[in-house]
């Protein structure tokens, strides 16, 4: 068994076994060291394991002494390894910026409680993506809520505590809903494991159909409410506005992709299109998807705050990723999948360089920030980008991504959604561009302000270029992914 | 109709899963909204164990040397210690905000506090 | 708000049967948690009773009596070792399972014996700790508002 098969376990345990020892050293530089080396080991690891992947294929991992169905195990294709690269090499740049700006936010007593928490986050959200037993995912759903309410409490402010109790509440009620789908999976098959429930649910499907719709919906709702899909996403804007720059930019680029890839793996891999296909499931999910594309970017416009526009932007880019899911074709999951790895890298990025304006200069409204290009040139330049990748410029990760879209949608005989695509493109240039053009042009907004006053030392800023240079990379070579995530789809079924 | 009163475990957990989550959405009071968290995940341990309930059978513990005629199956009410465990934990987190909250809003009604806002 | 509540006033019934009851409980707890591969209980249930009795010890004698035994440094100490236990026991246990190495494996026993059941007792005793200081530390944060 070749070494690569162990080490998706091996990251796991590697972050959660340094998030336990960060709490023994009581001082910020330790945490930060033990934080940021187990990041980049587990980064290390999964490129190799997506090497490994890649040139051999998909396999079982068996998790101690048992197979499966009596144990739990791990299956890991290329998709799941793709995840694995994006989900540490976001998580390393956040944490590589968090050391320059997390002291500001958070008081001195709770730094390595965040780099506890942090690790605790990512280690099980990876936990989600690996792994292939129902119950297991289940447990890293709480264990990944719990730790992402407390990233966004950790700043000891009111309206935090606020935003926390909303996003707890609501999702506990997602996880709830996920367990009484595990329920339903369990009293139908008697298994828990994907692959055996499949196929027993492939046998008994003619007479039990009501009881698999019941199930479908559960899984749909609950994990819609986890991961913003549209009437639900309520808890969103005020948990991402008022967490700390670190966490915003992790909450939204990673948590709420998780969730989605485990709604992937259970439609194809648990029920299968052979019966996701005769139930009316998918096409809600597309309308829900488009309505969100469209009223996440309505919304957005409306907003007067910079975070809590750029937090209603992201219910729009997921509105994407659900309208991928639900045209129910090949493409449209891989064009799915592809928008997954754009907006973790563009919203982190941009969640990032708001983060930094908001500190540097104190000022939270869009209206206070008019000519910031002056004082901040390299800071707004990386928002511009991030802004211009999801209206759609070419050359970059966004305007791929919507190419991908549209050519699902007239693949699948669709026309008609094209206008849903083009019309929310629009819609986003709306809001971003106005922060951008009030920050660079207008000689009135420019007198008075020094060049590079309040600007960031170029050394700090080096997290948020490698984000952006991902965006770029993806969008000048789109396709080399693409083909990547087009050759992974057949082993998720 | 016979079907729901066989199978009574099932339906009482069911209905019990209905009445937490509408205590869940209806209620503004933060300690309701915990309490109707807390029946609505023990619903769902109850429905899991029922499952694995035969009557007939009985606990699967080996209590002297001679074997029972049968067990009862073993591994949903493994599964739900683990969940019960996550329920608890939630439930003292969500306890220690509504603290917190009540220190710095002085009410724990949900829309007041909503309507109360503050930067 | 630092105190939530006024300290009792120091009664001399609770002393005197507190002094006789706390530790049967806590024996009690710790035959629970020993005995939880062959009868129920286990890790957590023993662990939920070792931490009543830790909150009995609080509620009867006061913090004065505690300042020495149960800082927050110690048990946080006792908390991280006994995870770093439990996970360093149960990577060995997955990734020797996982990659199918014949390596040592903790003799498995005869079923009814104490030591018996591989790696369930020493978790069980890990989890224990674990879910006592858990419990205790909650009942901490709600009484007095801080740790």
Known sequence: MPMYNSYPLIIILVLFISAFAIPIFKSIKMARIIGISAAAISFVLSILTLMGVKADGAYYFRVGHFDAPWGIEFHIGIIEGLMGVLFMTVSLAVLWFSVYSIGHDLSKKKVPLFYTLVNLLVGSLLGIVFSDDLFNCFVFIEISSIASCGIVVVKDKKENIKAALKYLILSSLGSGLVLMGIALVYSLTGHLNMPHAHDVFVSIYPEHSRNMLIAVGLFTVGLGVKSAMFPLHTWLPDAHTYAPA???????????????????????????????????????????????MIAGSVLAILQKNLKRMVAYSSVAQMGYVFFGIGLGTTMGLAAAIFQIFNHAFTKSALFLSAGSIIEKTGKKNISDLKGIGKEMPFTLAIFTIGGMSLVGIPLLSGFNSKWNFAVAVIEGHRVELLAVVLISSLLNALYYFPVIINGYFGEESLEGKVYRNTERPLKELLPIIVLVLGVIYFGVSGGGLLSLIEAGIPAIK | MGHL??????????????????????????????????????????????????????????????????????????????????????????????????????????????????? | MNKIHKEAEKSDILTEVGKLIIPFIQVFAIYVILNGHLSPGGGFAGGTILGASMILHRLIFGWDHLISRLTYDRVMKWMCASLLIYGALKGYSFLTGGMHLQVWDVPLGSPGNLFSGGFILPLNIAVGIIVSITVYVFFKLFYEGTI
Do not use: Q, W
């Open chain 1, 246 to 292: 670190s966490s915003s930019a992790l909450l939204s680029a990673l948590v709420l992709k998780a969730y989605v890839i485990l709604y992937i793996k259970i439609i194809y891999r648990l029920f299968g299109m052979s019966i996701v296909g005769d139930l009316p499931v998918l096409s809600i999910v597309l309308l829900l998807g488009s309505v969100g």
């Open chain 2, 5 to 119: 009163l066989i199978n009574y475990y099932e339906t009482g957990a069911i209905i019990l899963f209905g009445v937490g989550f509408v205590t869940l959405l209806a209620h503004g009071n933060l300690i309701k909204k915990i309490i109707g968290m807390n029946i609505m995940d023990t619903a769902v341990f109850l429905f899991f164990i029922a499952k694995g309930y035969i009557a007939g059978n009985e606990a699967p513990i080996i209590r002297s040397a001679k074997a029972a005629n049968g067990y009862v199956n073993p591994v949903p009410t493994a599964l739900m210690l683990t969940g019960i465990v996550v329920a608890v934990s939630i439930t003292a987190f969500a306890l220690a905000l509504t603290i917190r909250v009540y220190e710095k809003y002085g009410t724990i009604d949900l829309n007041e506090i909503i309507k109360m806002g503050g930067e």
